[in-house]
């Protein structure tokens, strides 16, 4: 599924949009202080060594979840299928709230300090590699993708402008990234959601003036169960257990706050993800509603509302990249320094990582495979294998489950990401004709279902220790 979206190339207003990036650019730079010790740069930690508070920990976790990609993801969805296929994208925000009982169980439960630490105590080295490789591949795909769509706000792939933007955008979020790490993330968090907020509240204002966002624009496509839209709501459903805990983005501020606070948190991002994520996929809608044969969705929205609102539509795309692509930095770097301890933590070794996997970002956008969704789709297959981690290991309390079943979990979940990836991309038909998020649901019920058989059958085959009697 491809589709192009407005650029400098089309836009009459479009110096305008070079203007906001530099803008955002110069605050954002301006609020990150740098870094003078590990707590702030790893941790979040102020340079007193306090907490962030609720409110920023809200925006926070709100502004590094709605990125550029959810975003357009979103509204294309509701393009194709109308609003079903919008709330099946906002479905998987859904995920604050499984991904507050996770941390909650995880900290204040179990009592670990990461989530490698707890994979590590139940599965051993073997917990934590298969771990650690998942959210990595998750990682580069968030650089990747949120350079991606600033590339083609600036112009089609492989012009001058797409390149100048693609590179300049990089730059520039490294730049004040490596600054000062997760505090400065936090800091820069909060002034970009409000942005955001506000873009997003006066692109609403002028989408309903406009007279457009009627009920039948928004209802007219009725719920079918063997629609993709109904079918990918369905996946959803199913992913969203485990999709939270294998992004570090999220579970990392989980970390950074008292209990109570972090509850609120993870609540408050929810509902007002969900909402902010709706509305913008609500566009996509009605201009699928109001579509003829060989529009695309830039064409429809920009004829129903014209050139102002779609600025603002580019705007709103270029906030949420930025925002969420200082946090995967930042928590790249915690990733390979602190969890991995693949290199000692320090702050040239936290800026290097950032650095790395910017790279390797950059070469995904020049080199990799363009459909957003898949990312998502792949990325969601591949984190099922900790549904049964989470379902017996962490909120069971099980300590009994063998590694092979962990093990086999994962292999399982990565079979099911590769066939998708093959079979969504054209590579494969082994699931014959049926549309790609029929056969998704296939493969996620498939994982989902054998993971769990597999944790089940471990418990009850797994030798238990034998007690020795007192002088025996």
Same mark, same amino acid.
């Given at each position: ?67 550029? @990609? ?39 439960? =179990? ?9 590590? /105590? @139940? ?65 820069? /968090? ?77 609540? =408050? ?69 602190? /969890? ?57 309390? @099980? ?70 009697? /007192?002088?025996?």
């Amino acid at each position: 599924m491809t589709i192009r979206i407005p650029s400098l190339e089309t836009d009459p207003m479009g110096y305008v949009l070079p203007l906001t990036v530099a803008l955002v650019a110069v605050i954002s730079i301006w609020l990150s202080p740098k870094a003078k010790n590990e707590d702030g740069f790893f941790r979040g930690l102020s340079p007193s060594g306090r907490s962030p508070s609720l409110v920023t920990l809200i925006l926070s976790q709100v502004t590094t979840w709605i990125f550029a @990609r959810s975003l357009l993801n979103a509204a294309i969805l509701g393009y194709y299928y109308g609003i079903w296929g919008t709330l099946a994208y906002a479905a998987y925000y859904l995920s604050f709230l499984t991904g507050g009982m996770i941390i909650d169980s995880l900290r204040f439960k =179990h009592g670990f300090s990461s989530i490698q630490e707890f994979l590590r /105590d @139940r599965f051993g080295s073997p917990g934590t590699h298969c771990y650690n490789l998942v959210i990595g591949l998750r990682l580069v795909s968030e650089v990747f993708a949120n350079i991606l769509v600033i590339g083609i706000l600036f112009g089609a792939e492989g012009t001058l402008s797409y390149t100048l933007a693609v590179m300049a955008f990089a730059g520039v979020t490294l730049l004040y990234a490596m600054l000062g790490g997760l505090h400065a993330s936090l800091r820069t /968090d909060v002034f970009q959601m409000l942005l955001f907020f506000g873009v997003l509240a006066l692109l609403t204002v002028l989408t309903l003036a406009s007279g457009n966002a009627t009920i039948e624009a928004v209802f007219g496509k009725p719920f079918e169960i063997t629609e993709p839209g109904p079918i990918l709501l369905i996946v959803a459903l199913l992913q969203v257990w485990s999709y939270p805990m294998h992004d570090p983005v999220m579970m990392d501020r989980g970390f950074l706050a008292d209990r109570q606070t972090t509850r609120r948190s993870f609540l =408050h991002a929810g509902w007002i993800s969900i909402l902010c994520i709706t509305l913008f996929g609500s566009l996509g809608v009605i201009a699928g509603a109001n579509a003829i044969d060989g529009d695309t969705m830039n064409t429809v929205l920009t004829r129903l509302l014209g050139d102002t609102p779609m600025l603002l539509f580019n705007i709103a795309l270029l906030v949420s990249a930025m925002s969420t692509l200082d946090s995967t930095l930042s928590s790249s770097a915690k990733l390979v320094a602190v /969890d991995m301890k693949a290199v000692s933590p320090t702050l040239l070794n936290g800026r290097l990582v950032m650095a790395a996997f910017m790279l390797l970002g950059l070469a995904m956008v020049f080199f990799g495979n363009k459909d957003l969704f898949s990312a998502v789709a792949v990325s969601g297959t591949a984190s099922m294998y900790l549904a049964p981690v989470i379902f017996f290991s962490l909120w069971a309390g @099980r300590q009994d489950i063998p590694v092979w079943s962990y093990v086999g979990s994962f292999a399982l979940a990565i079979g099911g990401a590769v066939l998708y990836f093959t079979e969504s991309s054209g590579y494969s038909a082994m699931l014959g004709e049926a549309h790609k998020y029929t056969k998704l649901l296939w493969i996620s019920a498939t994982v989902l279902a054998g993971g769990c058989a597999l944790f089940f059958i471990g418990q009850i085959f797994q030798p238990q220790p034998q007690l020795v009697k /007192d002088g025996a």
